[in-house]
């Protein structure tokens, strides 16, 4: 079955620096990579996501890359703002299957 | 709009007691998922119904009862659950199993003494 691995797992920046954070899956039959927030006592939140027909994409201060050959795709978060520190989780499926997800990066973000 | 509800927020049982948690999308999703999140953890899939028929149950013990009246609703039944079962019960939803986005509600925290 799928295996996503996430790293790092701790990630410490100083505001206004970029944020990246990289995924690999086992499975090259998945095909869409979505990206959570999740904030303390909060549910995930979508913020991105991408699908294998597409190799980069982007809104506002995040984007997303996917290189399908390497099988890895990674979050890239640009100006960062003590806002976006969270818990950040990539998750890779197939169309009917499970989502399979990261172990998660802390994000911590200081001003 | 995106929103999913989860009821209650917070939950506290024993382990004898029998309660319910329950969650509501009005976004004409007809796929629903009930997912399991410990403490710094991803969240663990439990159950998924499309349709409002069950199509994948994860092993779960069979304390945690599933049940989807209707296409906007999905409840989980607890009863006799264990200490170790304290944990962030999160509800789902997406328009289809086909279609993979999902989003989810803001759970609910819950602790068995």
């Known amino acids: 079955g799928e295996n996503v691995e996430q790293h790092p797992s701790t990630l410490s920046v100083q505001e206004g620096d970029s944020a990246v954070i990289k995924c690999t899956y086992s499975?090259?039959?998945?095909?869409?990579f979505p990206w959570y927030k999740q904030e303390l006592g909060k549910g995930p939140q979508l913020i991105i996501d991408i699908r294998s027909n597409v190799g980069e994409k982007k809104d506002q201060r995040i984007a997303v890359t996917l290189n399908k050959t390497a099988k890895h795709f990674s979050l890239h978060i640009t100006e960062t703002q003590p806002e976006d520190s969270a818990v950040y989780f990539c998750?890779?499926?197939?169309?009917?299957?499970?989502?399979?997800f990261g172990k998660g990066t802390t994000l911590s973000v200081s001003s | 709009d995106t929103e999913v509800t989860q009821t209650p927020k917070h939950l506290v049982m024993g382990m004898t007691n029998k309660k319910s948690l329950k969650c509501e999308q009005h976004?004409?999703?007809?796929?629903m998922y009930w997912y399991k999140q410990k403490a710094k953890k991803p969240p663990e899939l439990m159950f998924v119904?499309?349709?409002?028929?069950?199509?994948i149950n994860e092993s779960v013990p069979s304390r945690f009862s599933p049940e989807c009246p209707n296409s906007s609703l999905l409840n989980l039944h607890l009863h006799a659950l264990q200490p170790e079962d304290s944990a962030l019960y999160l509800c789902?939803?997406?328009?289809?199993?086909?279609?993979?986005?999902?989003?989810f509600g803001p759970g609910t925290r819950l602790t068995v003494l």
């Open positions: 789902a939803s997406s328009q289809s199993l086909v279609t993979d986005t999902q989003y």
């Open positions: 119904y499309s349709y409002e028929k069950l199509s």
């Open positions: 499975d090259s039959a998945s095909n869409y």
């Open positions: 976004m004409g999703h007809r796929a």
């Open positions: 998750a890779a499926s197939q169309a009917g299957t499970a989502l399979i």
